[in-house]
């Protein structure tokens, strides 16, 4: 296969691999992972030929990055024509013809077609912009050649689950064009995880028969709305750039969004960051305050990146080649068109909302994963980065946004079944429905009104500090014995010889009171200091230092 693809087995040959580092990773098994992605293909039912293409499109890729120029008065020539050469066969297309792709440029302006030669740099940026579109239309396509191998047969109930796959905020030392990307997609699906959860949170009240109450949060729109709105936005204000007479710059770009984002709260210039912020920044960077952190973006390579065009003769030429899936990815009404191609980031925006509509249609769930060490190793938790990935995946703001109303709900019977220790009312089986054994409960535990409310299912707790007291009141396993033996307790109780275990399984309430001490008698007061002690879990030997110095009975 390597001759066929003309290519050598030492990766650090290939530009595109390594950008001058070291390409072989010792924890990789290339062989093992190509033996995987074979067995896929197969899975899926690409046939042989669409399999040959795809790695011949992919070793071109590679070819592409080793295509080197030089330039002799200001025109570029081919430094390695072997590549070209090589790149021909594996597509299918005249080598001479992309030769020329590669160092000229077609402009037809008015119905005048002129030619002229693309200096070095102008090649290289062609040769790159090449090899992204190739890759990024076989990428596309194998995602169309996926959906119809998954396509159900007719006949069959067509019931579909979508993956999506994203790992969240990029922050890197150093965020270009790539990380902001990212970190817009992330904006818009923080966007529409809040909304479903409220709108689950309001469907779920519905259904309980619970008033509903506004809840507040922090609502993200307001960044979206600075990346993407129209003729305002980032997105718009850097296409107005890419499209602008003259030359147009990164730097000016900058300028551009420093003039007109200097007064909102969420954009943060050089000149506008704090001293402290200042001294991390550079005069090429800009801040933008996300949901999750502040992100610092460098502005080099941003026009570049966004504009991405590939050059008319290039287009053409991958129409003509015999290679099925470049053939079809590059259509020859691309060649013919006299429409610009969109923006890189106009493209990432639309398809984008496309995919925002379809989720807002659906069913989602959420599966968050946490990473918990850079080195790929288990049993490693590096709590650096695991909180980074917690604050940067947005899970503190959703559950804000759970806790705000009521923060615990559980069916009533789940409820019961758990805290019917908790009552003599109920323990240690309630003979009326569930619904009525939790109210005796939450009576019994003398919940505030404003704490609770009783659902039609299920029981709704506001705030988390009145479930964990709730839970403080379940007795130990080692407690449970005493329940069959109040006399003993009470016998107990009045020669101050109740066990600290004994005592803590009736710390309830009007139970305990009744137990630990005789309403009416004289030994209440010092029973229920008794009871308080073993309540707060002090040892059974600092509950006898306190009474020997107090001069009370049961301190032996």
Aim: glycine fraction near 6%; hydrophobic fraction near 35%.
């Amino acid at each position: 296969m390597l001759t066929n693809l003309q290519l050598k087995r030492n990766l650090d040959t290939y530009f595109y691999f390594t950008h001058g580092v070291k390409g072989r990773v010792n924890t990789i098994d290339d062989a093992h992972q190509f033996q995987v992605v074979q067995k896929a293909m197969s899975v899926i039912e690409l046939t042989q030929k669409e399999q040959d293409d795809i790695f011949a499109i992919v070793a071109s890729v590679l070819h592409m990055g080793n295509v080197g120029f030089t330039e002799q008065e200001g025109k570029a020539q081919v430094l390695k024509p072997e590549c070209v050469e090589a790149i021909s066969k594996l597509l299918g297309c005249k080598a001479s013809k992309l030769n020329k792709a590669f160092t000229h440029r077609t402009i037809d302006a008015r119905g005048d077609v002129v030619t002229s030669p693309l200096t070095r740099e102008m090649a290289i940026y062609a040769r790159d912009a090449l090899a992204k579109a190739v890759y990024d239309r076989l990428f596309t396509w194998l995602v169309v050649r996926l959906n119809t191998s998954l396509q159900p047969k007719q006949g069959r109930k067509k019931e579909v689950m979508g993956i999506l796959d994203i790992y969240g905020f990029e922050i890197f030392d150093r965020n270009s064009f790539e990380q902001f990307c990212i970190n817009f997609c992330n904006e818009k699906l923080q966007q529409l995880f809040i909304e479903l959860t409220l709108k689950s949170e309001q469907e779920e009240y519905r259904r309980e028969g619970i008033e509903w109450e506004h809840i507040d949060y922090f609502n993200n729109k307001v960044i979206c709305d600075l990346i993407e709105e129209k003729h305002k936005g980032i997105i718009s204000l850097m296409d107005e750039e890419c499209l602008r007479p003259g030359e147009p710059t990164d730097k000016s770009f900058l300028a551009k969004m420093n003039e007109n984002l200097s007064n909102h709260k969420h954009y943060i210039s050089h000149r506008k960051a704090g001293k402290d912020l200042q001294k991390t920044m550079t005069r090429e960077e800009f801040c933008l305050k996300h949901y999750a952190g502040d992100v610092i973006y460098n502005v080099e390579g941003f026009l570049d990146k966004n504009n991405d065009l590939l050059f008319r003769d290039l287009r053409e030429i991958m129409s003509e080649t015999t290679n099925s899936i470049t053939k079809e990815v590059f259509p020859a009404s691309d060649v013919t068109t006299k429409k610009r191609p969109e923006t890189a980031a106009t493209q990432f925006k639309n398809s984008l909302n496309q995919l925002m509509e379809i989720l807002m249609n659906k069913e989602p769930s959420y599966i968050r994963c946490i990473k918990p060490n850079d080195e790929q190793r288990s049993g490693i938790f590096d709590d650096k980065v695991v909180i980074h990935q917690v604050k940067y995946l947005g899970l503190m703001e959703n559950l804000r946004v759970r806790r705000a109303g009521f923060a615990y709900r559980r069916p009533y019977e789940m409820f019961l079944q758990r805290y019917k220790c908790l009552s003599p009312k109920t323990w240690p089986n309630y003979p009326g429905s569930a619904k009525q054994g939790v109210q005796e409960i939450v009576n019994h535990l003398n919940y505030d009104k404003d704490e609770y409310r009783m659902g039609n299912t299920k029981l709704f707790i506001r705030s988390p500090r009145t479930l964990f007291a709730t839970r403080r009141c379940i007795p130990s396993k080692e407690a449970f014995h005493c329940n069959n033996h109040t006399e003993d307790l009470e016998r107990k109780s009045t020669k101050n010889e109740v066990p600290e275990d004994e005592g803590r399984c009736y710390c309830h309430g009007e139970m305990g009171a009744k137990i630990l001490g005789k309403e009416g008698s004289g030994e209440e007061a010092e029973s229920r200091v008794n009871y308080q002690k073993l309540h707060k879990g002090i040892h059974n030997k600092e509950w006898k230092s306190d009474r020997n110095q107090q001069g009370l009975p049961g301190a032996g």
